[in-house]
């Protein structure tokens, strides 16, 4: 079965690395490239991405980050049999962090993973039971406020064997692309850094994430961070016609945002507020970090064979991931306070 599993992946690591240096992502729509205007220069890379901004910017412009096409693709690639379901350790895990990584760099973000020697890598590495798996991170400096730092993360892992967790959790994974790309269309740098994390070993109790905030980053201190936003399982918006934004509490600078954000899209149903204790915000809130939490509940597929791309709610996929892109990108140019936001509330601020 192993052998099987290994034949069958290879190919795979190789598609995403031609995929994403070949400028193209496949099955995206031809004209998902016309249809949004290309900017004349693109964003400030920050300077430590070094020698590697021109070769970075080659797939900014590849595709209208959230467009439903767009998202099938990454999510078909996520969420196909090939990987099986990303348990962790397993080769379909890999690919999965492999396709990220790869992302990751060529839409310019600075990786943060371990550093080995004079190399650091976008793959944070950690252990899940016994399973060697990692964490995948990058960012972007803020131009203006490059200390004060939103984290913008999604679990990569699922359950594996036939299971293919394509709502949990493909579909956060290829909105915090989304959104990474999005962020880097806009004509200017964010005036905040922004982390882009995806977590391995969520299925097992959140250890991907728990390890992260064990072990921040060095570019990355927890202290600095002002907001965390968590994307897992919005592909069921249909299931109960809502989606949440748990920890968008009343006081929280986010809520004002994503109130207003929110009248842009008025097929979402969004629940403001309430705290999950289920989910990898839980680790940023222990910290006293503040955190939004998108999530659409799946009274049909949870944990089950048929999680699948096709039992997709994509329309609403879409405007969930798009809604997350612009609070983060808000957030990130606000000129409300968000460190003395955070030291006064914290995670909560009923
Ligand atoms: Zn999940």
Redesign the pocket.
Same mark, same amino acid.
């Given at each position: 079965m192993l052998s099987g599993v290994t034949r069958a992946c290879a190919p795979i690591v190789l598609a995403f690395v031609t995929a994403c240096s070949s400028k193209a992502m496949p099955h995206a729509s031809p004209e998902a490239g016309a249809l949004r205007p290309v900017v004349a220069s693109p964003p400030t890379v920050a300077a430590d991405a070094g020698t590697d901004a021109a070769v970075a910017a080659s797939c900014v412009d590849d595709a209208r980050p959230f467009d439903p096409a767009t998202l099938r693709a990454n999510l078909e690639l996520l969420a196909s049999p090939a990987l099986d379901g990303r348990a962790p350790g397993t080769p379909g895990d890999v690919a999965a962090r492999t396709l990220i990584a790869e992302r990751f760099r060529c839409l310019g973000l600075v990786p943060a993973g371990d550093v080995r020697g004079d190399d650091t890598g976008y793959e944070q590495a950690f252990t899940a039971a016994g399973k060697p798996t990692a964490n995948v991170i990058g960012y972007l400096r803020g131009a203006t406020k490059p200390d004060e730092i939103i984290v913008v993360g999604a !679990?990569h892992d !699922?359950l594996g064997g036939g299971h293919l /967790?394509a709502n949990?959790?493909a579909s956060?994974v290829a909105a915090v692309l989304a959104v990474a790309q999005s962020i880097r269309q806009r004509p200017e740098a964010p005036a905040r850094t922004i982390a882009f994390v995806t977590f391995g070993g @969520? @299925?097992q109790g959140l250890l991907g994430s728990l390890h992260y905030v064990a072990n921040p980053p060095a570019a990355l201190p927890l202290a600095r961070v002002v907001q965390y936003i968590n994307i897992?399982?919005i592909g069921s918006h249909a299931s109960t016609d809502a989606v949440h934004a748990f920890g968008a509490f009343a006081k929280q600078p986010a809520r004002a945002i994503l109130a207003r954000l929110d009248d842009s899209f008025p097929t979402l149903n969004v629940g403001l507020g309430g705290h999950s204790v289920r /989910?990898d915000q839980v680790g940023f809130c222990r910290r006293g970090i503040p955190y939004v939490f998108f999530w659409t509940p799946d009274n049909r597929c949870y944990h089950e064979r048929c999680d699948t791309v096709d039992k997709l709610d994509l329309p609403h996929l879409a405007q969930i991931a798009e809604l997350a892109g612009g609070l983060v990108d808000e957030l990130a140019r606000t000129s409300v306070d968000l460190v003395a936001s955070k030291a006064k509330i914290g995670c909560f601020g009923r």
């Open positions: !679990h !699922h /967790g949990d959790n956060g @969520e @299925e897992d399982m /989910g």
